[in-house]
């Protein structure tokens, strides 16, 4: 399926080289002096064809000298269509649940909360397998649901943007589920907040962004040493109040995911150029 033409050869090799390292299968051939790039499989259609409006666009955005991007220094992405338009559907849907459910207390009662929260004991999971997830959901004071969900909102952005809803909603269930569980064994069923998915997100983002720095989209690492100091002041400070044990399991499962992903994409590109 013929994804752009363009008479620009460098642009045509910049968007090749782009593909291929995000593991897309590229044809070029060149048709009355312009370059066409292909996507053989329609499959990888969809994806290519965002990737590729991704990049013109930041292409154009860089004439103009835009702001950076905060967490990776690429061109701003969101001066063009405002932040809560450069979000998927996953980073959305976890945003409106989270806010819809802190204001639940004030009015339907403590009922919803006690429905999510991760329950007395690991068999309780059999019976109510939702409560292995749903405590990401819960926060317990205007700072605690701010400070998560801004965090949420601009790195569960960038993987939803650059790879896929899906791929944000597998990080974000299997990080939920390691750092819930680490928190359960650590301190009991009282605990709630979306800060160990935070976590597994900036733990994914770092390690795939360095074992394929071809992606284009690393963050930058003043923002994984602060995150990382952050973690290390509540171990020290603020371990009564900080489900420090969630923070922790959501980065290393985070960082795992990231490694396992960064190398097959790394491979994929590699072996399609």
Known sequence: MELIRTPQPELADLIERTLTRNGFTVARTEVEGQQVLSIPDERQYPHARQLVEELIGDLRRQQGRPALEPLTGRPQP?????????????????????????????????????????????????????????????????LHILFNLLWWADLGRLIERFQSSGQLLMVTLVTSAVANVAQFLTSGPAFGGLSGVVYGLLGY??????????AGYALRREIVIFMLAWMVICFVGLSDVVANAAHLAGLVSGCILGGIFGLIRRGAANGAV
């Open 78 to 142: 969101l001066l063009s269509g405002g932040w809560l338009a450069s979000m998927g559907w996953v980073t959305k849907s976890i945003l409106v649940l989270c806010a819809a459910i802190f204001l639940t207390p004030w009015i339907m009662g403590n009922g919803v909360y006690s429905a999510l929260m991760f329950p007395h004991s690991l068999s309780g999971l059999s019976a109510q397998p939702w409560r292995l997830v749903t405590p990401m959901l819960l926060h317990f004071s205007l």
């Open 205 to 214: 983002l770092w390690i795939y962004g360095r074992l394929n720095p071809g």
